[in-house]
């Protein structure tokens, strides 16, 4: 989701927003723009609609050397896509203490009461934005200030008007440091060991490579970043105050974990394929890893948990891997599970109490519906963890417990490596709240796992064969029973992203109730044969194959009789993998949405209108 930027120091400000802007792209974005401040203190801004090439090329031919910028790259949500309503956000006022430029991520829930109020006062506003309404308070505290009072007191009273989660950005053109304020939506910052390169972002990805501490501001805390060409060098560049302008210690540090060097595509032409690829190894790292003294002291607080239900929250993907868990957390913990969409769960005013737990799952840790579900369990009582990727994220930080997915950073806006490790640490936990150790067999499994996908993923010629056959054809249904029917709803889920064709995840037995009326010669069954429920699964598979649905099954190598029924058939030995054979099953689904998306041409990596982490409700 949209992106924020903000340099000051010695060096230059517009290469390192760019650069920091680049790494965001990740995110989703549908516009991105920098402002900049010139020797002679005037703010310029540059901002267009499309990718960040559009911007680069708007650049060319101008001076844009600076020691103070912001930039942002936007992910609409009030206001159509155009250059008008991208960021920054500039105030044309004539009065140059006013003259200041923000950029926003977030929500202004009150955005429109707070422009009704401001037209009044004589204000006037040049986007649909919801952000540009803070940049007129912000003007309009300024010019309210008592001489002795400092710009930092405007933003402080001006971001008291603000209902929703938001973080802002606030660069003026008569004060050299950048102000940076938030509620409810991430913010990071820090500083290069020399101080020479002081940054702002909304990811910590953005900071990597120049910043080796970070500091997460507080909710409500106001960060001052100053330039070090401002300040004399025993001076702070980065002071935090609470919104009374009193100094506060409301941040976290935290030292940065991401290296650069390891997040660049290497030999694959996608991030989505490298990520895939990744699995095999991640899976025996997190295996490593809780099996270590450090990971097991993470597990630790885990199994002293007796709660009397369990409500598992999340989003998208990680819903689907809340669905697998819950099938752990019933069978091996023998606890009530339930698992909801977080942007329903707090709207149906749920039966939870203060004996029960509250689960969230999340790669990011910044997801507001699942932030909005935490915060729910934690009003009503209960204790809450987390199954997350991010450490120092929102959702991890604002847990009483939580358990790292290890994943590294995912970059692809399609999560495939999350998922593997949210469900297998999903494992870990409900083998950890059933009291039991880690035991050899578990860690043998979690390493059949890795080795299962190794031999498929060298064996993706397969996949791309039947990807190839298969990319063109009307709507696609994903089947699949039991545990494996979360494996069905995300590779539907994966398809629908990369590929922009209609799938549908669906319980096999279910189809007949139905979506059966949609099937013919143009749409395409994946339909999964797992070992459980075989003889039904296959009737189920018949039943589209009389109304000449074409089948793609996924199932047992060396079945004769399943290969025989299907058009197209991926092999798979299930032998051993037992409750994580789903895991191994949504590869061959990753693998041939990827195939499908690349044979289409859609641009995977960034598909259009997703965000990889989607921080408003
Ligand atoms: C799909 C995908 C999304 C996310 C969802 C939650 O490929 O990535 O569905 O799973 O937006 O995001 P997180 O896990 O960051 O809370």
Excluded at 178 to 192: E, F
Excluded at 202 to 225: C, E, I, K, R
Excluded at 240 to 263: R, S, Y
Excluded at 317 to 322: N, P, S
Aim: aromatic share 8%; hydrophobic share 35%; charged share 25%.
């Amino acid at each position: 989701m949209c992106g924020i930027v903000g340099y000051v120091g010695r060096g230059d400000a517009v290469a390192s927003v760019l650069e920091g802007l680049k790494r965001l792209e990740y995110r989703g974005y549908d516009s991105a723009g920098v402002c900049f401040k010139s020797e002679d203190n005037t703010l310029n801004l540059y901002k267009k609609q499309g990718k960040l090439a559009n911007l680069k090329r708007a650049l060319v031919g101008v001076d844009h050397f600076s020691h103070s910028s912001i930039g942002h790259t936007r992910w609409a949500t009030h206001g159509e896509v155009n250059d008008l309503n991208a960021h920054p956000h500039l105030s044309d006022t004539l009065t140059t203490s006013e003259m200041i430029s923000i950029v926003h991520n977030g929500i202004v829930e009150n955005a429109k009461e707070i422009r009704d109020e401001l037209k009044g006062q004589g204000f006037s506003f040049k986007s649909d934005t919801d952000s540009e309404v803070f940049l007129a308070l912000v003007q309009r505290e300024i010019r309210n200030l008592s001489e002795s009072e400092k710009p930092v007191v405007a933003v402080c009273r001006a971001f008291k008007y603000i209902r929703g989660n938001s973080a802002f950005v606030v660069q003026g053109r008569n004060f050299p440091e950048l102000i940076a304020v938030k509620r409810g939506a991430p913010l990071v910052c820090g500083n290069s060991d020399n101080r020479d390169d002081i940054l702002v972002s909304s990811d910590p990805y953005a900071l990597a490579g120049v910043v080796n501490t970070l500091f997460f501001p507080h909710d409500d805390t106001v960060t001052v970043l100053h330039s070090s060409n401002d300040v004399g060098s025993m001076d702070p560049v980065i002071e935090f105050f609470d919104l009374e302008g009193n100094a506060t210690t409301g941040f976290d540090t935290k030292q940065q974990l991401i290296d650069v060097t390891t997040t660049d595509k290497g030999e694959f032409e996608h991030y989505m394929l490298k990520e895939i690829y990744e699995q095999p190894k991640l899976i025996r790292s997190l295996r490593d890893y809780y099996f270590s003294p450090e990971g097991q002291e993470m597990l630790k607080n885990s199994q002293e948990f007796k709660p009397e239900r369990v409500h598992i929250t999340a989003c998208g993907t990680a819903y689907y891997a809340g669905l697998g868990i819950k099938t752990f957390i019933e069978s091996i913990d023998n606890i009530p599970c339930q698992v909801d969409l977080a942007s329903e769960f707090r709207y149906r005013n749920p039966l939870i109490s203060n004996k029960d737990l509250g689960l969230f799952i999340s790669q990011s840790g910044e997801t507001a519906d699942t932030l909005a579900a935490q915060e729910l369990c934690k009003e009503r009582g209960l204790l809450t963890a987390a199954i997350v990727n991010v450490e120092g994220s929102t959702l991890y930080r604002k847990s009483d417990n939580n358990l790292l997915i290890k994943a590294g950073i995912e970059i692809g806006v399609a999560s495939t490596k999350a998922y593997t490790l949210q469900v297998l640490t999903g494992r870990l936990f409900s083998n950890a709240m059933a009291g039991k150790k880690l035991d050899k067999v578990l860690g043998e499994r979690f390493l059949l796992l890795a080795d299962r996908i190794s031999d498929l993923l060298a064996k993706v010629d397969m996949i791309k064969e039947i990807a190839e056959e298969i990319y063109n054809y009307k709507g696609y249904f994903y089947t699949g029973r039991g545990k494996y029917y979360p494996s069905a709803l995300e590779g539907a889920l994966k398809l629908k992203e990369i590929a922009y064709v209609h799938a549908e995840g669906y319980a096999a037995g279910e189809l007949k109730h139905g979506p059966i009326a949609l099937i013919d010669e143009e749409i395409v069954n994946i339909a999964i044969i797992g070992p459980e429920l075989y003889e039904k699964t296959l009737s189920n598979i018949e039943e589209i194959k009389a109304r000449k649905g074409v089948i793609v099954g996924i199932g047992p190598e060396g079945d004769d009789s399943a290969k025989e029924i299907c058009d197209y058939y991926v092999p798979l030995n299930f032998k051993g993998l037992e409750e994580l054979s789903p895991l191994y099953v949504n590869v061959a689904n990753q693998l041939l949405a990827y195939y499908m998306a690349k044979f289409k041409g859609t641009d995977i990596d960034k598909p259009r209108n997703l965000a990889k982490s989607v921080t408003v409700e």
